[in-house]
């Protein structure tokens, strides 16, 4: 895939008092270039538990190239082209989660604990128009498997 068409992509997790740092730290990592820096903020819950923010925006062709070939290891990556219409709001962001333990695993599965949220290029901006670009960006990368 030559051309990345999404603006940037957004990686976020939370790390709640339960977890270890280090583990919610590889976790995302799993979907990142190397080298690249997560930033941490520290937050409290409702009843005053630390709770860690770790997130990252990608802007970079290549940063975000890397993330969308994670994505498209999903073992059910036929569920994510057929839900493409709904992961994608009116002004054009793309959103999927991914399940936090199997990404500790270095595994890349549905589920709860990182978010992924991608602005994609849409000229015009407008939610078909960003489907179609998601959908011939998502087959290249099943068709470059």
């Given at each position: 895939?030559?051309?990345?068409?999404?603006?940037?992509v957004?990686?976020?997790?939370?790390?709640?008092?339960?977890?270890?740092?280090?583990?919610?730290?590889?976790?995302l990592?799993?979907?990142?270039?190397?080298?690249?820096?997560?930033?941490?903020?520290?937050?409290?819950?409702?009843?005053?538990?630390?709770?860690?923010?770790?997130?990252?925006?990608?802007?970079?062709?290549?940063?975000?190239?890397?993330?969308?070939?994670?994505?498209?290891?999903?073992?059910?990556?036929?569920?994510?082209?057929?839900?493409?219409?709904?992961?994608?709001?009116?002004?054009?962001?793309?959103?999927?989660?991914?399940?936090?333990?199997?990404?500790?695993?270095?595994?890349?599965?549905?589920?709860?604990?990182?978010?992924?949220?991608?602005?994609?290029e849409?000229?015009?901006?407008?939610?078909?128009?960003?489907?179609?670009?998601?959908?011939?960006?998502?087959?290249?990368?099943?068709?470059?498997?």
């Amino acid at each position: 895939m030559s051309a990345v068409p999404f603006h940037y992509v957004d990686l976020r997790a939370f790390c709640y008092a339960t977890e270890d740092e280090k583990r919610v730290e590889a976790a995302l990592e799993t979907f990142l270039p190397e080298e690249t820096e997560l930033e941490r903020e520290v937050n409290e819950g409702h009843h005053g538990d630390r709770i860690l923010v770790y997130s990252v925006r990608l802007e970079r062709a290549d940063d975000v190239r890397h993330v969308l070939s994670r994505v498209a290891e999903l073992d059910d990556f036929e569920r994510l082209l057929s839900e493409l219409e709904q992961r994608i709001d009116d002004n054009c962001a793309f959103y999927l989660q991914f399940d936090k333990q199997a990404a500790y695993q270095n595994r890349v599965e549905f589920g709860d604990g990182i978010m992924l949220r991608g602005k994609v290029e849409a000229y015009p901006a407008k939610r078909e128009r960003a489907i179609e670009t998601a959908e011939d960006a998502f087959h290249n990368l099943a068709s470059d498997d």
